[in-house]
């Protein structure tokens, strides 16, 4: 079945890095766009951003751009996101996605369980 | 970017009830849009995508409709599991948006 498991959140401090990583199974990995995706404590879904099957297709959030770098290892079935220059905003539970596309056009089908990081001095 | 707006923001309703969710989008989307459900707690789970494909495994009293800019999720008969929050969400262009969520209370 698949399975998308996220890990690297934790506590920084603001201006400090954190690099999460997300391990897929179940599904051929390469066959798939993956995304991230994150919650604030009780708000809404805020999409970060996405990276192609290949890896050559990025896209970023306004919010994010230029501190938040997505990349992909298809031979380790992982995605990752380095965050960098962290802000009290960013505190929030971050999903890794998975995001099918086809001719019906693209969605987000599965979702990890989410690694909480809190941006606090 | 799309703007995505959900309404109601919040509703309360009995077993048994029809339940309906709307959601708007700022701008033409054709059938470009999910619905996802979010449990407390829990990671939200694709229900409906392409606006009105039912995926795999979910309950056959969810249902989705619409095209253009205009969006409603349905609740044939409501059930106590079904209490949660609701989202809509497009994947037209970039970037990708979310509407505000509605909450589903169970009377």
């Known amino acids: 079945q698949v399975q998308l498991v996220e890990s690297g959140g934790g506590l920084v401090k603001p201006g400090g890095s954190l690099r999460l990583s997300c391990a897929a199974s179940g599904f051929t990995f390469t066959d798939y766009y993956m995304s991230w995706i994150r919650q604030a404590p009780g708000k809404g879904l805020e999409w970060i951003s996405y990276i192609s099957s290949s890896g050559y297709n990025i896209y970023y959030a306004d919010s994010v751009k230029g501190r938040f770098t997505i990349s992909r290892d298809n031979a380790k079935n992982s995605v990752f996101l380095q965050m960098n220059s962290l802000r009290a905003e960013d505190t929030a539970v971050y999903y890794c996605v998975r995001r099918p596309c086809s001719g019906a056009g693209c969605h987000l089908d599965y979702w990890g369980q989410g690694t909480l990081v809190t941006v606090s001095s | 970017a799309i703007q995505m707006t959900q309404s109601p923001s919040s509703l309360s309703a009995s077993v048994g009830d029809r339940v309906t969710i709307t959601c708007r989008a700022s701008q033409g989307i054709t059938n470009d849009l999910g619905w996802y459900q979010q449990k407390a707690g829990k990671a939200p789970k694709l229900l409906i995508y392409?606006?009105?494909s039912l995926e795999s495994g979910v309950p056959s009293r969810f249902s989705g409709s619409g095209s253009g800019t205009d969006f409603t999720l349905t609740i044939r008969s409501l059930q106590p599991e079904d209490s949660a929050t609701y989202y809509c969400a497009q994947d037209y262009n970039y970037p990708l948006t979310f509407g505000g969520g509605t909450k589903v209370e169970i009377k």
């Open positions: 392409a606006a009105s």
